[in-house]
């Protein structure tokens, strides 16, 4: 699937505009920070040292 | 490293200790409720997007969404303009910007997620490293929103103004408008990242104290150095910069 970064038009005079962002890349924003809750939830449940009755979580 | 801090009760808070005032806490209340509807009001479907009248009418009404988004708008950027002022003169901005001594906790804590399990958590300022890039993020994004937020209100009609559509060319006016857009779309993320972080269970006392404006005095023990020298709840002490030391009985 061919993503568009920018939305662009043509004015009267024929020119091509930038007229904003696309709204495409909404979804990979959205897919980045689930992906970096996952991977942290991850890491504090297996790999990430455990607190002590003593330490701080 | 060993704990060379005194037990809880001996010449160190042993009571609740003062992490937000209470400006603090309703600038970032006034700040999260202003952030969520203006992406509630940025991103929910338009018409001119889709080419359709979408109508969001409630009982016949049409709701129109760029009012409000402007005006939130120019409520958050108050908030933001009140928050640097104080921050900048009447706290420490040094609190929050990242410095070397960040960068070896850094180090510190990786060391003891590799190497040295069993060792106590690494203990940091008022705010961690890793709080503080998450707030040098959020402040890039948002007065990049804001910037071009107050740009784009020369384009419209108002009470107070008329519209100037000229002020900018079509290319500079393109460039505002995918500076906003993708600064929204990584207010996304940012938003994800924190509401997460906020309700993990052993970040809840930094969220309660967003709330209520205190930490425990074990939860301060626990967490933070000497680097951050807090005021203790009820004493007369002003601005959470003087040591809250009780002497040893």
């Given at each position: 699937m061919?993503?568009?970064?920018v939305r662009?038009t043509?004015?009267?005079y024929?020119?091509t505009?930038?007229?904003?962002?696309?709204?495409d890349?909404?979804?990979?924003?959205?897919?980045a920070?689930?992906?970096?809750?996952?991977l942290?939830?991850?890491?504090?449940m297996t790999?990430?040292?455990?607190?002590?009755a003593?330490d701080?979580s | 490293m060993?704990?060379?801090?005194?037990?809880?009760?001996?010449d160190?808070?042993?009571?609740?200790?003062?992490?937000?005032?209470?400006?603090?806490?309703?600038?970032?209340?006034?700040?999260?409720?202003?952030?969520?509807?203006l992406?509630a009001?940025g991103f929910?479907?338009?018409?001119?997007?889709?080419?359709y009248?979408?109508?969001?009418?409630?009982l016949g009404y049409?709701?129109?969404w760029?009012?409000?988004?402007?005006?939130?708008?120019l409520?958050?950027t108050?908030?933001v303009?009140?928050?640097?002022?104080?921050a900048?003169?009447?706290?420490s901005?040094a609190a929050?910007l990242?410095?070397p001594?960040?960068a070896?906790?850094?180090?510190?804590?990786?060391?003891?997620?590799?190497?040295d399990?069993?060792?106590?958590p690494?203990?940091?300022?008022k705010?961690s490293l890793?709080?503080?890039?998450y707030?040098l993020a959020?402040t890039?994004i948002?007065?990049?929103?804001i910037?071009?937020?107050l740009?784009?209100?020369?384009?419209i009609?108002?009470?107070?103004w008329?519209?100037?559509?000229?002020f900018?060319?079509?290319?500079g006016?393109g460039i505002?408008?995918?500076?906003h857009?993708?600064?929204?779309?990584?207010?996304?993320?940012?938003l994800?990242?924190?509401?997460?972080f906020?309700?993990?269970?052993e970040k809840?006392?930094?969220?309660?104290?967003?709330?209520?404006?205190?930490?425990?005095g074990d939860?301060?023990?626990k967490?933070?150095?000497?680097r951050?020298?807090?005021?203790?709840?009820?004493?007369?002490t002003?601005?959470?910069?003087?040591?809250?030391?009780?002497p040893?009985e």
């Amino acid at each position: 699937m061919e993503m568009e970064w920018v939305r662009v038009t043509r004015s009267v005079y024929g020119q091509t505009e930038l007229s904003g962002a696309s709204w495409d890349p909404l979804l990979l924003f959205v897919l980045a920070g689930i992906a970096i809750v996952v991977l942290h939830a991850l890491y504090k449940m297996t790999l990430a040292p455990r607190a002590k009755a003593s330490d701080s979580s | 490293m060993a704990d060379s801090r005194p037990p809880a009760g001996q010449d160190g808070p042993a009571g609740r200790v003062i992490r937000h005032f209470l400006a603090d806490r309703l600038f970032h209340w006034i700040m999260a409720i202003s952030v969520l509807i203006l992406i509630a009001t940025g991103f929910l479907p338009k018409p001119e997007i889709y080419g359709y009248q979408f109508n969001w009418g409630l009982l016949g009404y049409e709701l129109n969404w760029v009012p409000i988004h402007w005006v939130i708008g120019l409520l958050l950027t108050a908030a933001v303009v009140f928050h640097i002022v104080r921050a900048s003169i009447w706290q420490s901005l040094a609190a929050i910007l990242p410095g070397p001594r960040d960068a070896a906790d850094a180090w510190r804590i990786a060391c003891r997620a590799i190497a040295d399990r069993e060792s106590p958590p690494v203990r940091q300022g008022k705010y961690s490293l890793a709080q503080k890039l998450y707030h040098l993020a959020i402040t890039v994004i948002v007065l990049t929103l804001i910037v071009t937020g107050l740009l784009m209100l020369a384009k419209i009609d108002t009470s107070y103004w008329q519209r100037n559509p000229y002020f900018l060319s079509s290319y500079g006016w393109g460039i505002v408008y995918v500076l906003h857009g993708y600064a929204a779309m990584a207010l996304i993320t940012l938003l994800i990242l924190h509401v997460y972080f906020a309700l993990r269970p052993e970040k809840l006392f930094f969220t309660r104290s967003m709330i209520v404006g205190w930490i425990t005095g074990d939860e301060y023990r626990k967490t933070f150095d000497d680097r951050w020298q807090p005021e203790q709840k009820g004493s007369a002490t002003a601005n959470g910069s003087e040591p809250a030391r009780r002497p040893a009985e």
